[in-house]
């Protein structure tokens, strides 16, 4: 008698598991937080524009991904006037807001801009909503192995007290980036496996950034970490990795399948 033993060989390619390509940190970019009025722009836009020289200081162009974190902090507290940022533009293409947030006291700003697929490098030109600002601080980050968009947003505020924007990561890998700004008392940096992009401190302004390239699923903090009875706000966002693709093996398996359906067939 003639045994089937196509079923079993399905059944071992279907086991093969796949696996989500690498997301790589290609390059990363924080100056010093920027003091002092904004610059005028041209038609009643206020903002600053940096020429980013891309063999020496910053790269996105043929990455997957430019991220950009930002904070705006108010030489005076004016609701009216209250100053974040609005548009952000990387050599005249326009980032994709992830999420934008800002204190109760309308004191800072925290914001996280992206783009997908970016084709060139230049000038990345911060637009505000006003001309009172005291200082900015903002961060450049281009990845590798995202997928498109943003996965996961969260923002909090807080006056007095530690508060946390809590995203979730559904994929085993992925990006994961807080920004967190506060008036006055120290901004500590977090703990566990974060890596800090900058953290400033300007007459009373505080700033910082930080990132985790992500190897499992699971929910990511922003902490503020007031010291101190001031105000403070911090947002985040979940950049997950690229569909799942078949293992090299898992690919060799389907191929070999194939080739036995087809054998089978001729029989």
Known sequence: MKHNKFPAFIA???MASPSYGAVTLQDFFAPAAPSGAPTDLGGGIFGYEITLNPSTEFSAAGHGKLIFTGSTHE?????????????????SVEL???????DNWDMVSNSI??????????????????SITQAMGFGLYAVDGLKAGVQDTGATNSFGAPANA????????GFYV??????????ADSVDDYETLYNYSVDNYRGLAQYQVTA????YLAP???????????VAAAFEAAAAVPEPSSIALLGLGGLALILRRRR
């Open 12 to 14: 071992a390619v279907l």
């Open 75 to 91: 030489g005076v507290r004016d609701n009216a006037n209250f100053t974040s940022i609005t548009r952000v533009f990387y050599n």
């Open 96 to 102: 994709t807001v992830a999420v934008n947030g800002n």
């Open 113 to 130: 801009f992206y783009l997908d697929n970016v084709a060139t490098d230049g000038i990345l030109r911060v637009e505000l909503s006003s």
């Open 166 to 173: 809590t995203v979730s990561m559904t994929t085993d890998s």
């Open 178 to 187: 807080h920004q967190a700004a506060r008036n006055n008392q120290s901004l």
């Open 216 to 219: 499992a699923a699971g929910d």
């Open 224 to 234: 503020v970490n007031n010291t101190g009875a001031n105000a403070g706000g911090a």
